[in-house]
C-alpha cells in the first residue's frame, strides 16, 4: 500500500518504516498557523514526513499526522473510503511537492494537486455536486491592484485636488483594504513627485486626522479640528443623509466619496483589471453547465460593468458582509448546491457558509482557513479544473465501487460451489484493492484544459 501505520516503541518514539522518514519523540500537540501546521504525537498517532511548498513558505519534513487504527473506528485509509482512495493514489504519486494530512478523527486529509488544494474527500464529493459558481468581485474576478485614475472636488468646495486626496489618504491610512491602500500610494507618489519639483506644501499622510473609525462594507469615520469627515462609498453617504445632488459618478469605476460636517466634498475615481483568465474561465464554467453569480460590495453601476465584460450571470451589488451570506442564501435556494469563491477576511463567513467554499492562494490567512479548496495560483481557471477534477474523481470511484463489489460477489458465489481457491480470494481482497488504486492514479494524467 501508498501508506502503512507507524507504531511506537515504548518511550513512545515512532519506529523506523521501510519507504517514510520517521519522526521521534512525544510531540506538544500544536496549533495549525499560516497554510501548514506541526501536529501532535499520542499514543495512537503515527507521523509521516513531507515536503512542501506553500504559498512561497518553504518548510521542509513537515511533520504530518496520520491516524492509526482504532478498536472502534477501524480508520478506513484505501478501501473503506473511495473517494479517500482516489486522493491517497494523487498525493503519493504526483511529482509536485504536497502537504497530506488525516487528523485525529480520521476526516480530514488534504490533497495539493495541479496546484489546487482540496480539504478531504468531502470537498471533491461536494464540489461533484455544485451547480453554481458564486465569486467576489475584488481580488476573485478582478485582479485588486487599484489605481488611482482622478480626483474631483465638488462644485463649490474650497479644496483642490491634491488636498482632496491628502484627506482621503489620511482617512484611509488604518485601512489595510487594497482600495484604501491604492489612495495612499497615490498620494505619496504626488507627494514624491512635488517635493523632486521642489514643492513641499504637501503634508504627511494622517497628520491631524483623529478617532479613525472604520464601518465594515461602508468606509470610515474620522475627525478633523473637530470636524467629522466621512470616507466611503455611497451607502455611508445616503446612511448619513449626505446630499449627492452635485455627485456624478462614472461607470464602470470604484469611487470613495468624501463628506464633512454634513456637506459632500467630492470623490476618487478608482479602476481595477479584470484578469486575463477571466473570459475564458467564465467560458468553460457555462460550457460545464454551471451557472454563474457575483456579490460584491461595489456599486451597482462597477459591478455590471465587470459582469457584463466577463459574461456573468447574476450580479448582486452593494452587499455588506452578512448581506453576502443572505445573497448565497438565496441563490442556493434558487439554483442549487452553490460555490462561493472569495479572498477577503470579509468572505470567510460566506466561505463557511457554502456548500464547498474556495479561496484565492494569494488572499487572507482567514479566507484560507475558512475555504475548503485553496487555489494556490489565484487564478479563475483553477475553478473549471477544480471542477473537472471533482467530477472525475466521482466517476472513477463508482467505477471502483462497482468493479470492487462486482469482483467480491462473483468470488463468493464461487465459494459456495466450491470453486473459489485460497488464492482467488486473496485477490478479491488485496488484489482488487491494488487495482482500485492503479485505476484511481488515471487521474494524475487527465487533461485539465
Known sequence: MFVRNLGHNRRGRVRPCAEIAA???????????????????????????????????????????????????????????????????????????RRYRQNAD???????????????????????????????????????????????????????ENELLWL??????????????????????????????????????????????????????????????????????ECNNIDLSGYHGTPGSTEVLLAMDGHFLGHVDISDTIKADANSAISRMKAQGLTTAMLTGDGQASADAVAQEVGIDEVRARLLPQDKLSALTDI??????????????????????????????????????????????????????????ARKANIVSKENIVFALAVKILVMILGLFGIASMWLAVFADTGVAMLCVLNSIRMLYMKTE
Open 332 to 389: 442556493r435556494e434558487k439554483c442549487g448546491a452553490v460555490m462561493f469563491v472569495g479572498d477577503g477576511i470579509n468572505d470567510a463567513p460566506v466561505l463557511a457558509g457554502a456548500d464547498v467554499g474556495a479561496a484565492m492562494g494569494s488572499g487572507a490567512d482567514a479566507a484560507i482557513e475558512a475555504a475548503d479548496v485553496v487555489f494556490m495560483k489565484a487564478d479563475l481557471t483553477s475553478i473549471p479544473i477544480s471542477v473537472k477534477i
Open 168 to 237: 482621503a489618504a489620511a482617512c484611509e491610512g488604518a485601512s489595510t483594504h487594497p482600495i484604501a491602500k491604492s489612495i495612499i500610494n497615490s498620494y505619496e507618489e504626488r507627494k514624491t513627485s512635488a517635493a523632486k519639483a521642489g514643492d513641499f506644501s504637501l503634508v504627511a499622510v494622517g497628520a491631524t486626522v483623529e478617532n479613525i473609525r472604520e464601518q465594515a462594507g461602508e468606509g470610515v469615520f474620522a475627525e478633523l479640528e473637530g470636524k467629522t469627515i466621512l470616507c466611503g462609498n455611497v451607502k455611508l453617504m
Open 106 to 160: 480520521g476526516n480530514k486529509i488534504l490533497c495539493f494537486f495541479r496546484n489546487i488544494l482540496f480539504k478531504g474527500g468531502a470537498s471533491l464529493e461536494a464540489l461533484n455536486n455544485v451547480k453554481t459558481i458564486v465569486m467576489d468581485k475584488t481580488g476573485t474576478i478582478t485582479k485588486g491592484n487599484f489605481v488611482v485614475q482622478k480626483v474631483v472636488p465638488a462644485q463649490g468646495v474650497p479644496l483642490d
Open 23 to 97: 519522526v521521534t519523540g512525544n510531540i506538544r500537540r500544536g496549533i495549525a498557523t499560516g497554510n501548514l501546521a506541526d501536529c501532535l504525537c499520542e499514543r495512537q498517532t503515527g507521523y509521516i514526513t513531507a515536503e512542501t511548498d506553500i504559498r512561497s513558505r518553504r518548510v521542509s519534513h513537515q511533520r504530518i499526522q496520520l491516524t492509526r487504527r482504532s478498536p472502534d473506528t477501524q480508520v478506513a485509509v484505501l478501501r473503506d473510503c473511495v473517494v479517500d482512495l482516489v486522493i491517497i493514489a494523487l498525493v503519493h504519486t504526483s511529482g509536485v511537492k
